[in-house]
T-cell receptor, first 113, second 115 residues
Framework: SQKIEQNSEALNIQEGKTATLTCNYT??????LQWYRQDPGRGPVFLLL?????KEKRKERLKVTFDTTLKQSLFHITASQPADSATYLC????????????FGQGTELSVKP | DAGVIQSPRHEVTEMGQEVTLRCKPI?????LFWYRQTMMRGLELLIY????????DSGMPEDRFSAKMPNASFSTLKIQPSEPRDSAVYFC?????????????FGPGTRLTVL
């Protein structure tokens, strides 16, 4: 069955360091992958989208990579700040499922000052 | 735009009661999604609509769950009768079109507690 796995344990890093979050998938051929941020008590907020034919996408301090051979996406936050502390969700969709997204469980990131 | 609006924000009810959750998508968005989030199962897609028509309801857990979208600006998710295992946060999201590259905009969620 289709499976999406994100780091199950919380990631704790020091302010200024680069945070790297992982999203692995099996039995799935996604057309694209999205990353969302979720703060406690709020709905997820879209951050970045990367297509299957793109290796890397950047937006300000954020960088996403997509390796369809490894079936993995990495999400990086450079020069991390305490305000980056949140849960980060990856979501996948393939061509024949329209806009239907399958979400990972999310990874909680904590950036300490 | 105010974003996706959901009501109520919190709902506490007793087992067996009917629960109705409401959602107003962003104006101009053609697709609407209902999700449920729990610690154990994460964020699960329940059902989604395109141009007010249900496209895929395979995520609806049981016949006790039903959803409607009578017009482009309103949708409901109903649970009848409710059970304690339905306790979760229910999110509504909308997107401009039902394309795989469209981002989804989520509402603040409804926290449902069934006693």
């Amino acid at each position: 069955s289709q499976k999406i796995e994100q780091n199950s344990e919380a990631l704790n890093i020091q302010e200024g360091k680069t945070a790297t979050l992982t999203c692995n998938y099996t039995n799935y051929s996604p057309a694209y992958l999205q990353w969302y941020r979720q703060d406690p008590g709020r709905g997820p907020v879209f951050l970045l989208l990367i297509r299957e034919n793109e290796k890397e996408k950047r937006k300000e301090r954020l960088k996403v990579t997509f390796d369809t051979t490894l079936k993995q996406s990495l999400f990086h936050i450079t020069a991390s700040q305490p305000a980056d502390s949140a849960t980060y969700l990856c979501a996948l969709a393939n061509y024949n499922q329209g806009g239907k997204l399958i979400f990972g469980q999310g990874t909680e990131l904590s950036v300490k000052p | 735009d105010a974003g996706v609006i959901q009501s109520p924000r919190h709902e506490v009810t007793e087992m067996g009661q009917e629960v109705t959750l409401r959602c107003k998508p962003i104006s101009g968005h053609n697709s609407l999604f209902w999700y449920r989030q729990t610690m154990m199962r994460g964020l699960e897609l329940l059902i989604y609509f395109n141009n007010n028509v249900p496209i895929d309801d395979s995520g609806m857990p049981e016949d006790r769950f039903s959803a409607k979208m009578p017009n482009a600006s309103f949708s409901t998710l109903k649970i009848q009768p409710s059970e304690p295992r339905d306790s979760a946060v229910y999110f509504c999201a909308s997107s401009l079109r039902l394309d795989y590259y469209n981002e989804q905009f989520f509402g603040p969620g409804t926290r449902l507690t069934v006693l």
